[in-house]
Every structure is written in C-alpha cells, then in structure tokens.
C-alpha cells in the first residue's frame, strides 16, 4: 500500500532562512506525489506535484521538491522562508487509483 | 484553472438534525469527488470518493447510513450529516478530480461544523 510519511511535525526558521520539509514515500511502483499547502480554516492549494516528468519540479511560491527514487524521498525546499509562508504542509500519494493519501502534515513557522 | 465551491464554509446545528455540504466544481466536470474530515491540528482522512451516477465507495469505518453521499451531476456532489452529534463536529473538505487530464486534485475551501 502507498503511504508518506512527514518527519517533523512542527519546523521552524527564520525569516529568509532554507526551509526544508522532509516527505518519504513507500510505493513498490514510481508514484505521483504532491505537495499542498493549508492556511488556517481552509481547503488545500497544490503547490507542486511530480508525475515521472522531470525529477526536480518547481511550483509556486518559490517552492520546489525533488525525487528521489534512492531515497525514496520527495522533500520540500524554499531558498528564503517568507512570513507569509508560515502554514501546514502535507504531502501525499497517489498510485494508479484516485485516492491521495495524505502524511499527517508539518506545520511551519517563520519567525521575524 | 480549476475552482471547486465549497458551501457552507461554516454551520452550527443542534444535536439531532441534519446538515447538507455542497461542493461544485464551477469550470470543470469532475467525474470523481472526495470527502475528507479533518480533526485539529492532524490530517486529511479520506471518508468517501464519489463517482457520478453511482454509489460512494467508503472508506473502512465511515458510516455510510451517516454521512450521505450524493453525486447527482458532473459538477455538484454533496454530503449530508445525518442526526449530527458533538463527535462529529469537524472540518470537512471536499476534493474533485479534472476529468480532462485525470492527474489533478482540486479542493474545496472546507466547511466548518459544530454540533451543539
């Protein structure tokens, strides 16, 4: 079965620091992963996804995320955390049906 | 791009009675929609996935007598919480799948439901 899994619950960074949001996947086949975004009392917004296209995929926001087939990782960066960055974060899977299964998400703090 | 309407975004019901969530999808025809219910501070659970002209596939410990999935069309699906209790007071959000390119997810804004 397909699952994810967020390593840290919570991350925080400064304002213009690295952020780094780790997501490892486990899929016997390449899946599809995604990552959203959810601000407080509200639905989800896409930020990238991979679909076996290229291997680093950029999104928005200055986000961008690489696989990793290796390490079967997927992990999320930004060069510079903005305030408006500050949010929780999930990751999650699809694999030949249309279920997305969801890790249980890292909330991410930006201090000033 | 793709918008799906989510509506209430929020409800307070009395224990009892029943409340109806409608999510659309406004530019696209969704072919498949879920239902997800999200507790504080954890994640999304998948409840349903709804296909239209058919019946909801639920997931192992929903109640389906209780949460009632309706599909009616390609761009509307809804979910009816029957005899609502406390428990089941929760953020529920709704997703649709673009049925040209099959490969995108897109989410409603969530519904706020409180139970008192």
């Known amino acids: 079965a397909q699952s994810v899994t967020q390593l840290g619950s919570h991350v925080s960074v400064s304002e213009g620091a690295l952020v780094l949001l780790r997501c490892n996947y486990s899929?016997?086949?390449?899946?599809?992963l995604f990552w959203y975004v959810q601000y407080p009392n509200q639905g989800l917004q896409l930020l990238l996804k991979?679909?076996?296209?290229?291997?680093l995929v950029k999104g928005i926001n200055g986000f961008e995320a690489e696989f990793k087939k290796s390490e079967t990782s997927f992990h999320l960066t930004k060069p510079s955390a903005h305030m408006s960055d500050a949010a929780e974060y999930f990751c999650?899977?699809?694999?030949?049906?249309?279920?997305?299964?969801f890790g249980t998400g890292t909330r991410l703090q930006v201090f000033p | 791009g793709a918008v799906v309407s989510q509506h209430p975004s929020w409800v307070i019901c009395k224990s009892g009675t029943s409340v109806k969530i409608e999510c659309r999808s406004l530019?696209?025809?969704?072919?498949?929609m879920f239902w997800y219910r999200q507790f504080p501070k954890q994640s999304l659970m998948l409840m349903a996935t709804?296909?239209?002209?058919?019946?909801?596939?639920?997931e192992q410990g929903v109640e389906k007598d209780k949460f009632l999935i309706n599909h009616a069309s390609l761009t509307l699906s809804t979910l009816t919480v029957t005899s609502a209790h406390p428990e089941d007071s929760s953020f529920y959000i709704c997703?649709?799948?673009?049925?040209?390119?099959?490969?995108?997810?897109?989410f409603g804004s969530g519904t706020r439901l409180t139970v008192v």
């Open positions: 997703s649709a799948r673009e049925w040209r390119t099959g490969d995108g997810y897109t």
């Open positions: 899929s016997s086949v390449p899946p599809y």
């Open positions: 991979y679909t076996s296209a290229a291997t």
């Open positions: 999650a899977v699809n694999h030949n049906t249309d279920k997305l299964i």
């Open positions: 530019d696209f025809q969704a072919t498949t």
């Open positions: 709804s296909n239209e002209g058919s019946k909801a596939t639920y």
